[in-house]
């Protein structure tokens, strides 16, 4: 993983993988069928953990005790495609063992007989329709079954001929999938009625001599729908559902502590003061990212978003009009800054300008969009750390729609905490349109968690005023503070190595030193390479250990009446070999040990001659296996890892404010 995961994110990690495995088990031993959900709040980063997942479901990972699923296919489910998209570029932006190659978009060109193992496809409600051409010609779809030469595409294999060979492959194994945004479930006792099942409800449970797919996982903020569809599932057993604390999602730092709603008494047109307020928030907000990055030594400026929410039927003169007044209110704002996600994805001429369409899960990356126009395209799915600002101008009818909205502004942009600074660590809603009983429901599901938003809240203040300091007492106020006596909050402590690869993500992460990550296990392959050469005369003592199997036989006498025992030696197999090396990742962390490995092999091998590359692989497990068995390298590895994450933390850590912070931060993003 390209991430550190949060505790609470690895602890859901491995409650899936465990169900994972169970599911695999009894599918393959009893042709059993299973289910389950992942539940985790807005921010929480579900995508982040369904990449670890797919990463240990390909490759095995040590770190869970999970082994590899050589058959493993994945098949990831929406309603959307954009949103299938948006998914494909966050696992490869999250996973550095899952390959662009690995994750395929099904096309109507699609035409395989069966998955290949070790890939996700990314299918879509609308890919599975009875018009579609991936269907065309399946019984189930009402046309009687035509023969493949007889389709009118000479599609050899429709989508569901490649899920029931997949399903029926002994060798494969097939998982599905259903994200949060997915709308296909419907009512599963409509559906048991319906001569139609839901195309959902037909992956679930099979059609038409289509087998259901074996292993069902939905991932959602909410899972009431999956849950219901559930209900309606013909001989599945459901196992334990995997569920985020939201508690521990707002205590990580994800999501912002606080939201701000503006709720004007008077209304006005789009060029009033509302318009301007807004503008001036998203100015103060850049201002304010600015001087933390100038704080930091951070090259990297957030660079906030402002999200205007039009009406359903917007006037594009209004829209032209609110523009001008944000130019006005803010006139170096750079030309060309604003952008639109409406469902006709042309250039847009609102007023005198000419606004290009953008696609939504693109507008994170497209820091040079500050201010997007939006209907209701962002509600659900929509990925926007940066966007801070909204001012919605829809109806107040339209709650539902805000919740949503907010759940999805609610994630902080460098996804930790700003120690210190409130308006980093907030988000600023202005909704002109919403009455006192509407302001009071938002408010009451910004704080409880509903099924549209499911995101907690720090707090959620109403037209709050701000209170700056006496600037003559300031000074005195920070002195008093520094003389106060603190102690650190003790913290679960994890190993040398997880630390500093930890730091070294965040140092990456912030442009604060490119490359860390490949910096730090440079340096531990150093001390690998020394401890090689330190407790050389032990190390080769423990490699023969590991390629050698010792052990007794007894003979026994039975006319003499007596017995005795001889030893015997056997080569190690390659079982026993990856048992001693997987033990020995457990000290060295399976990051390092694998990249070491791989640095072992290259230093003796030609990585084009296969045979010859494989054979130095197996060499260089060895060697970690026999380093891990000798009880001096632990020590002196975590002490190694200890100096250089200190030196590390000591050199890059800023000074402000008269003070000098502690690398706490650095520390807390990653969970440790």
Not at 51 to 67: I, T
């Amino acid at each position: 993983m390209k991430f550190t995961l949060k505790d609470y994110q690895a602890d859901a990690v491995r409650d899936a993988l465990s169900n994972l495995k169970k599911a695999r088990k009894r599918w393959r031993e009893d042709a059993d069928k299973h289910a389950f959900s992942l539940t985790a709040v807005t921010g929480a980063g579900k995508t982040v953990m369904a990449a670890a997942a797919f990463e240990a479901l390909f490759h095995g990972d040590d770190e869970y005790d999970f082994d590899a699923d050589p058959g493993a296919v994945v098949i990831w489910f929406s309603d959307d495609p954009a949103l299938n998209e948006q998914t494909r570029f966050r696992l490869m932006e999250a996973s550095d063992r899952i390959r662009h190659t690995d994750m395929v978009v099904v096309e109507n060109t699609f035409n395989r007989a069966k998955f290949e193992a070790g890939k996700i496809y990314f299918l879509n409600t609308q890919k599975l329709g009875k018009n579609s051409l991936l269907v065309r010609g399946f019984e189930g779809e009402g046309d009687g079954g035509m023969f493949p030469e007889t389709r009118p595409d000479l599609r050899s294999h429709t989508i569901w001929d490649t899920i029931r060979n997949t399903v029926e492959d002994p060798d494969l194994t097939l998982y599905l999938v259903l994200d949060e945004a997915h709308r296909g479930m419907g009512n599963p006792s409509k559906a048991a009625e319906s001569a139609k099942s839901t195309i959902v409800q037909r992956l679930i449970n099979g059609v038409s001599g289509v087998p259901g797919i074996p292993v069902v996982w939905g991932i959602s903020a909410t899972v009431e729908r999956f849950k219901k569809a559930m209900e309606g599932a013909q001989k599945r057993i459901t196992l334990p559902d995997v569920v985020v604390d939201s508690a521990k999602v707002q205590e990580s730092g994800l999501i912002k502590d606080t939201i701000i709603l503006d709720i004007p008494d008077e209304v006005g047109d789009f060029d009033t003061v509302l318009v301007r307020r807004a503008t001036d928030k998203l100015k103060a907000s850049a201002e304010a990212w600015a001087e933390y990055a100038k704080q930091q030594d951070d090259a990297h400026t957030v660079m906030p978003l402002m999200v205007l929410q039009v009406p359903n039927t917007p006037d594009p003169n209004e829209i032209g009009r609110a523009l001008d007044t944000i130019y006005q209110q803010w006139p170096d704002l750079p030309s060309g800054s604003v952008a639109h996600v409406l469902g006709d994805h042309t250039t847009q001429q609102f007023g005198n300008r000419h606004v290009p369409h953008i696609s939504p899960e693109r507008v994170q990356e497209s820091t040079w969009v500050r201010v997007l126009i939006a209907k209701d395209a962002i509600s659900t799915g929509w990925d926007c750390p940066r966007a801070e600002v909204m001012v919605s101008f829809r109806a107040a009818v339209d709650r539902t729609h805000i919740t949503q909205l907010l759940g999805r502004m609610v994630r902080s942009p460098l996804a930790r905490r700003i120690p210190g600074n409130d308006r980093l660590n907030s988000v600023e809603c202005l909704l002109p349109k919403f009455d006192a009983k509407t302001v009071g429901e938002v408010v009451d599901a910004l704080m409880k968690g509903d099924d549209n938003l499911s995101a907690p809240a720090g707090r959620v203040l109403v037209n709050p005023v701000e209170m700056k300091p006496n600037p003559a007492a300031l000074q005195a106020v920070w002195d008093k503070f520094e003389s106060l006596p603190s102690q650190t909050r003790p913290q679960r402590g994890a190993k040398p190595a997880k630390r500093l690869t930890a730091l070294a993500h965040e140092l990456a992460a912030d442009d604060i030193l490119p490359g860390a990550g490949k910096l730090a296990h440079a340096e531990m392959h150093k001390v690998l390479d020394a401890a090689q050469e330190r407790y050389k005369a032990e190390i080769e003592k423990k490699r023969d250990a590991v390629m050698t199997v010792d052990g007794k036989t007894m003979v026994a006498d039975l006319e003499g009446k007596t017995k005795s025992f001889n030893q015997f030696f056997e080569e190690a197999d390659m079982a026993v070999i990856d048992d001693v090396y997987r033990r020995a990742t457990r000290i060295f962390s399976p990051d390092i040990s694998r990249t070491y490995v791989d640095a072992l092999a290259y230093r003796v091998a030609d990585p084009e001659d296969a045979d010859e590359f494989e054979e130095a692989l197996v060499e260089a497990r060895v060697s970690v296996a026999a380093l891990g068995l000798v009880t001096e390298v632990q020590p002196y590895f975590d002490a190694e890892a200890d100096k250089l994450a200190k030196a590390w933390l000591a050199k890059y850590t800023p000074s402000s404010r008269g003070y000098r912070m502690t690398g706490k931060s650095l520390i807390d993003r990653s969970g440790r």
